[in-house]
């Protein structure tokens, strides 16, 4: 009998009670956790990366989902939660740019020489010079990566196991911020391509575009770039500081 008393019908009731508390809890972190994140993002000048919110949030959050509930919470707003490979900060939503005032200094136009460079550089990373040369048929002025590197759209990967150890080149994650994408698997394809009237029609048969790579990570042809590879590329100087 003793038993069976020691488990009180009012003991469901208080169960009941715990998990209510429970779950207003939980919406009450999940509903933090969102400030936290949206303040992180807001406050940077520069994109936050997953790891840096997370390690702000309270334990047990997860952060990468967060940060998608705000991107949804912001899609149809005047202002974006945009996702830039691992990074994320806020943006003017595409489709409002024309209401945004220019600056007063606007862009340099790239050549069609840089464009050509830039999306074979895009599509065939990581590639020589030589190999770009190859694809144009023309070559690459230094001039024409120079300018490239300044817009801090092209970079140096590494170093190609090959004769020579030729510099091998890749794009960066601003080149995907500026151009809206997530991931370089976002680039259009060859259908869309044609559909935005960007490839003639009389393109040769076997014509194709390469996938490009889902990561920065170097292959298994290429060598990370040292302190020495970039004193001779005059990227340093020999003291070991970066030039201006």
Do not use: C
């Amino acid at each position: 009998m003793s038993d069976v008393e020691a488990v009180p019908v009012t003991d469901g009731a208080d169960d009941e009670d715990e998990i209510v508390i429970d779950e207003a809890s939980i919406a009450r972190h999940e509903a933090e956790a969102l400030r936290i994140a949206e303040a992180l993002v807001f406050a940077s000048a520069q994109p936050v990366s997953t790891g840096f919110v997370e390690e702000r949030l309270p334990r047990g959050i997860d952060a990468r989902a967060v940060l998608h509930k705000l991107k949804d919470e912001y899609a149809g707003r005047g202002v974006n939660l945009v996702q830039v490979d691992d990074q994320w900060a806020f943006r003017t939503a595409a489709d409002l740019s024309f209401a945004i005032r220019k600056d007063e200094t606007e862009v340099k136009k790239l050549s069609r020489a840089a464009l050509e460079v830039l999306a074979i550089i895009a599509y065939h990373q990581p590639v020589t010079r030589a190999e770009i040369e190859d694809i144009r048929g023309v070559q690459t002025s230094k001039g024409t990566l120079d300018v490239l590197m300044e817009a801090g759209w092209v970079r140096f990967r590494g170093r190609r196991r090959s004769p020579g150890r030729p510099v091998t080149l890749g794009t960066t994650r601003d080149f995907l911020d500026h151009f809206g994408l997530e991931e370089l698997r976002d680039l259009p394809g060859l259908e869309e391509l044609k559909g935005a009237g960007l490839l003639s029609g009389r393109i040769p048969a076997n014509f194709n575009i390469p996938m490009p790579l889902g990561s920065d990570d170097l292959t298994d042809e290429e060598d990370p770039i040292t302190q020495l590879d970039l004193e001779e590329l005059g990227l340093l100087t020999p003291g070991g500081e970066a030039e201006e």
